[in-house]
């Protein structure tokens, strides 16, 4: 069996381009991973994934975990066979999940107790059972436990967070090391770095989280809710403590502009559930800006989505109709802009790719953003 390697294969400035190889097959960075929450892409099928370029999706383990349970996706072969999606996978701690949930009953140094949101029974996740559940559903990459501080947050509970990410990481490393010597499935373990905006816990984190030599390293806990200017300034700050040779991941991110900045710092990994959630409620992504296809002023137009695209979708369909059917409340509106934003985020990451290899992923990120911010109220004209 295959098991996990990065390799860095080409630089510009602090941008980077990389080669993940993982037992379900090789992903080139920087990435952006699609969020099939349930195991599934909400609207797209695998074969929609694949012709839009996705070469890795993400699934949560807290939602896999209560439905259909991590047992039977192990019973049935793992989550690529389940879910037919026969390329690289990772997995999310659920953690994030847990962390916000309302019925979130207690949380200390042990783990977290919490109601599903099903039907309102109750579950405990801690650092050994959140490891033996992601090798369960078999993914590529699987997250370590972590605590995501809430923004804003208050100094302690950052660093309470902090403290706690480390120790979780710690038992969670020793678990899978455990299970991994009696049967090993190539599969790579993260770790998070938290620390929420303040500078000291963001050092006292990464130098911690790194000290325990993962293949790979996450960002987490921004994207919360701090100003782009935090979220940068914090990113470039934790970047400084990251090592070169291993994959970095920022999570929950997000918008093109924003993995445009971050990939100017080293990032290599992005998820975020924005291009998808966002298509099924009306709004696309352009390379003129966002779209709100539902407004009024898309009812005549027999333009595409977006005219500088070549998805099948931009090849067919006109705003006048993909208006038509989202007000129809007919499910093809949602299939048909879902699959645009996918093929764009994808579009978007080979940009960025071919880019970097040519040296001018700066003149690269300037024209995007050029035309992408002139059109931002394109659905406004």
């Given at each position: 069996m295959t098991g996990f390697s990065f390799t860095r294969n080409g630089t510009d400035g602090s941008a980077r381009l990389g080669t993940i190889t993982t037992p379900h097959g090789i992903v080139h960075t920087p990435t952006f991973m699609p969020v099939g929450t349930s195991g599934a892409v909400k609207a797209l099928t695998s074969d929609d994934l694949e012709e839009c370029g996705a070469e890795i999706i993400l699934g949560n383990t807290y939602h896999l975990y209560l439905r259909p349970g991590n047992a039977l996706i192990r019973e049935l072969g793992g989550l690529a066979k389940f879910n037919s999606w026969n390329k690289?996978?990772?997995?999310?701690?659920?953690?994030?999940?847990?962390?916000?949930?309302?019925?979130?009953?207690k949380i200390?140094?042990?783990?977290?107790?919490?109601?599903?949101?099903?039907?309102?029974?109750?579950?405990?996740?801690?650092?050994?059972?959140?490891?033996?559940i992601e090798r369960d559903i078999g993914a590529d990459i699987i997250m370590s436990f972590d605590q995501c501080a809430p923004y804003p947050s208050a100094y302690d509970l950052a660093a309470?967070?902090?403290?706690?990410?480390?120790?979780?990481?710690?038992?969670?490393?020793?678990?899978?090391?455990?299970l991994e010597n009696v049967h090993?499935?190539?599969t790579a373990l993260f770790g998070i770095v938290q620390g929420s905006v303040y500078p000291d816990l963001r050092k006292l984190s990464?130098?911690?989280?790194?000290?325990?030599?993962?293949?790979?390293?996450?960002?987490?806990?921004?994207?919360?809710?701090?100003?782009?200017?935090?979220?940068?300034?914090?990113?470039?700050?934790?970047?400084?403590?990251?090592?070169?040779?291993?994959?970095?991941?920022?999570?929950?991110?997000?918008?093109p502009e924003d993995i445009l900045m971050a990939v100017s710092y080293g990032i290599d990994m992005f998820?975020?559930?924005?291009?998808?959630?966002?298509?099924?409620?009306?709004?696309?992504?352009?390379s003129e800006g966002?779209?709100?296809?539902?407004?009024?002023?898309c009812a005549q137009s027999d333009l595409p989505l977006d005219p500088n695209c070549d998805c099948k979708v931009c090849r067919r369909y006109s705003r006048a109709y993909l208006r038509h059917l989202y007000n129809q409340h007919e499910i093809t509106a949602m299939?048909?802009?879902?699959y645009h934003s996918t093929y764009f985020f994808q579009n978007l990451m080979r940009g960025i790719r071919a880019a970097i290899k040519a040296g001018r992923f700066a003149d690269f990120r300037a024209g995007f953003l050029a035309r992408y911010s002139q059109g931002e109220n394109v659905a406004d004209r």
């Open positions: 690289p996978t990772l997995t999310d701690s659920g953690g994030f999940q847990v962390f916000s949930l309302q019925d979130l009953l200390d140094d042990d783990g977290a107790t919490f109601k599903s949101h099903h039907d309102g029974s109750r579950h405990q996740f801690d650092a050994e059972k959140v490891i033996e309470t967070a902090v403290r706690r990410t480390y120790d979780w990481a710690q038992r969670g490393l020793a678990h899978f090391n455990r090993p499935t190539g990464a130098e911690q989280i790194t000290s325990l030599d993962f293949p790979g390293y996450a960002v987490g806990g921004l994207a919360v809710g701090e100003s782009k200017e935090e979220m940068e300034k914090t990113l470039a700050y934790t970047m400084d403590f990251l090592p070169s040779g291993k994959p970095r991941y920022l999570m929950g991110v997000g918008y998820d975020c559930v924005l291009p998808t959630r966002n298509a099924r409620t009306g709004m696309v992504f352009t966002p779209l709100v296809f539902r407004n009024a002023d299939v048909l802009a879902t």
